[in-house]
């Protein structure tokens, strides 16, 4: 079994930053992608940032310049620093990974969600 922990969500105003982060703990072998997702009241899940073992890098359009993934392979561990963030961030963000547990599956998990509300 493999658990995920997120933390860093939170109130801001515009312009203001914040930095998520998600640890991975449990039967991991090897970890692959680890990305972030947000999903805002009556929209769809989508993907903000995703980074792969080798650290390539891929944002949605609308957070480049201002977001960047980043992740610690050896602490299991992907982070998303948010800049200048905007009323239109404001949604949940979950957590995803795919990893190669112990017994040699590839599998995907995803976090429980955190928070972000970008608000004067």
């Known amino acids: 079994q493999v658990h995920l922990v997120e933390s860093g969500g939170g109130l801001v105003q515009p312009g203001e930053s914040l930095k998520l982060s998600c640890s991975a703990s449990?039967?991991?072998?090897?970890?692959?992608?680890m990305g972030w997702y947000r999903q805002a009241p009556g929209n769809q899940r989508a993907l903000v940032a995703l980074i792969t073992k080798g650290g390539i890098t891929n944002y949605a359009d609308s957070v480049k310049g201002r977001f960047t993934i980043s992740r610690d392979n050896a602490k299991n561990t992907v982070y998303l620093q948010m800049n200048s963030l905007k009323p239109e961030d404001s949604a949940v963000y979950t957590c995803?990974?795919?990893?190669?547990?112990?017994?040699?599956?590839?599998?995907?998990?995803w976090g429980q969600g955190t928070q972000v509300t970008v608000s004067s």
């Open positions: 995803n990974v795919v990893l190669d547990n112990s017994y040699g599956l590839r599998v995907n998990y």
């Open positions: 449990g039967s991991i072998f090897s970890m692959h992608f």
